[in-house]
């Protein structure tokens, strides 16, 4: 398993090495190297100690699709907007087919 560490140098010409969770550990060290060495001592302490290092897997969310129909699919058809938008749309379409000469009922090319 591999860690990031944090390392930067401190005050007095030391460096001081950190990792994070699950370890939280500081070390400070002359050098970055002898911070670093710390660090990883630190980490196999706290191991031979009887800590341990696990993973678990959690699912992200569902992995089936929610049931149809939504409560709202349905919604639409007594919104009065949608409605006018629709009789819109057919008396454009019956404008444009009398524009065409095209009647409703009839077959393509009579």
Same mark, same amino acid.
């Given at each position: 398993m591999q860690l990031p560490i944090l390392i930067?140098?401190?005050g007095g !010409?030391?460096? *001081?090495? *950190?990792?994070g969770?699950?370890?939280a550990l500081s070390?400070? !060290?002359? %050098?970055a190297e002898a911070a670093t060495r710390e660090v990883e001592r630190l980490i196999a302490q706290r191991l031979r100690s009887g800590a341990r290092l696990a993973t678990?897997?959690? #699912?992200?969310? %569902? %992995?089936?699709p #929610? #049931?149809?129909?939504f409560p709202a699919d349905e919604l639409y058809k007594t919104d009065l907007s949608y409605k006018a938008l629709q009789e819109a749309i057919e008396e454009? *379409? *019956?404008?444009d087919n009398e524009a065409e000469g095209i009647h409703p009922g009839? #077959?393509? !090319?009579?």
């Open positions: 930067e140098p401190i !010409g030391g460096f *001081r090495a *950190r990792v969770e699950p370890f070390a400070e !060290g002359d %050098s678990i897997t959690v #699912p992200n969310g %569902s %992995s089936s #929610p #049931p149809l129909p454009y *379409r *019956r404008l009839e #077959p393509a !090319g009579s």
